[in-house]
């Protein structure tokens, strides 16, 4: 079953950002904006703070854009900021590190490995109504590449500001778009 479309559940949660610790909740924080929810296995282990580092190499361009970066896994905000405090790769991060020991928010994304009781890497984009317009999802040792979910917040935010437009294949900001119709039936 597809999870495009789905509008999130309501969440609050405890998070670890720039030395501070502070609550997220869905409704207040998060809707009305663009979002990315990156969810990864555990602190303190291998692919994780590759992956955590490239998304933030990616951070400032994802601003710029209007998303709300977030990264989630089923340890405590607490945990996050012992990682933070002893990893060099952890240590350049700046947008929200989420708190999930609940495994409420791993549920809602429908990323919870159940029998390790760890997300699945899970990159979610999320409009501002809520709603879930794209997503991957990989297993724990398949590591994810941030440009490519930023050319992918670019779709997704210029397909909903320009109904009737579609982004092709490998299309990058700037470049041309389709509109659907009759006359590209077969000609593509």
Not at 77 to 101: C, L, N, Q, R
Not at 157 to 168: R, Y
């Amino acid at each position: 079953m597809s999870l495009i479309g789905k509008k999130v559940e309501n969440f609050t949660v405890q998070a670890y950002q720039n030395e501070e610790f502070r609550e997220i909740n869905f409704e207040k924080d998060v809707l009305g904006k663009w979002s990315i929810f990156m969810f990864y296995p555990a602190d303190f282990t291998f692919v994780c703070p590759t992956e955590l580092e490239d998304l933030e190499d990616h951070h400032e361009e994802l601003k710029k854009l209007g998303f709300d970066v977030y990264s989630v896994s089923t340890d405590t905000h607490f945990t996050h900021k012992a990682w933070h405090d002893h990893s060099e790769a952890i240590k350049k991060v700046t947008y929200t590190m989420i708190g999930d020991p609940t495994a409420a928010v791993s549920r809602i994304f429908e990323v919870l490995n159940e029998e390790s009781g760890l997300a699945y890497r899970g990159t979610f984009i999320v409009n501002p109504e809520g709603k879930i317009v794209a997503y991957e999802v990989n297993d724990e040792g398949i590591g994810r590449d941030a440009s490519e979910l930023v050319r992918r917040a670019k779709a997704a935010k210029f397909v909903a500001e320009n109904p009737g437009l579609v982004c092709p294949a490998k299309w990058k900001e700037g470049e041309a778009t389709l509109k659907p119709g009759l006359d590209l039936v077969g000609k593509i």
